[in-house]
């Protein structure tokens, strides 16, 4: 396995533009998360897919977040209108299938909104 | 509702040493417990987990943790620290009939030589 990659790794964009991030997960994972992180706290999640469908999104992605994983493999998270406020480390993960598994990481997108 | 607390923003411990950090939770049901690791400018890194069974569960690097269900603990332990275990730890739960993880706002444990 070559475990969760994520790209960019880093992302400077100016207020009120578009971003897009990629996530590709472990080859056999079904299920992949999305969770974002600001310095101080701990990841917080944001949405989750099993295999093409998402299942549950967070109150924390507003309307301008949108997430999708068309054929059940990658992933990609687009923040439409970036504001400073989502200034962060967005972090994917994917596990094997729903319960106990346990949620590999990949090395996070860190954005800077200016 | 799940919720996870590390009462404690820092641990600093002597090498050599054994070293606890705490974690408490809350959930509806019943609970999965993760411990992770970051290090600066990596992602986390799975430890230790707990589903059912033993409360004592052993993990990654020496680390093992104890599962306390009538203190709601998952606290994280190491009977000597390493200078290299000095990083940022997460504890996380996850109701059995959930697929998010709520993660707690990390311990930075400093080990000193």
């Known amino acids: 396995d070559t475990g969760v990659s994520q790209d960019p790794r880093h992302k400077i964009t100016k207020r009120g533009q578009n971003v897009t991030f990629r996530c590709d997960p472990i080859s056999e994972h079904n299920r992949l998360y999305w969770y974002r992180q600001t310095l101080g706290q701990g990841p917080e999640f944001l949405t989750y897919?099993?295999?093409?469908?998402?299942?549950?999104k967070s109150r924390l992605l507003s309307d301008r977040f949108s997430a999708e994983r068309p054929k059940g493999s990658f992933s990609t998270l687009e923040i439409q209108r970036t504001e400073q406020g989502d200034s962060a480390m967005y972090l994917c993960?994917?596990?094997?299938?729903?319960?106990?598994?346990?949620?590999?990481f990949g090395p996070g997108t860190r954005l800077t909104v200016l | 509702a799940q919720s996870v607390a590390q009462p404690e923003d820092q641990v600093n411990v002597a090498e050599g040493n054994p070293l606890t950090v705490k974690c408490t939770y809350s959930v509806s049901g019943n609970p999965y417990l993760f411990w992770y690791v970051q290090y600066p400018n990596r992602g986390l890194q799975f430890l230790l987990k707990?589903?059912?069974?033993?409360?004592l569960v052993k993990g990654s690097y020496g680390f093992e943790a104890e599962f306390n269900k009538s203190q709601t603990s998952f606290h994280l332990k190491k009977p000597s620290a390493l200078v290299s275990d000095s990083a940022l730890y997460f504890c996380a739960v996850r109701d059995t009939n959930a697929g998010k993880s709520t993660f707690g706002d990390g311990t930075t444990l400093t080990v000193k030589p």
């Open positions: 993960a994917s596990s094997l299938e729903l319960g106990a598994d346990t949620q590999y």
């Open positions: 897919f099993q295999n093409e469908a998402q299942l549950e």
């Open positions: 707990y589903i059912t069974g033993d409360n």
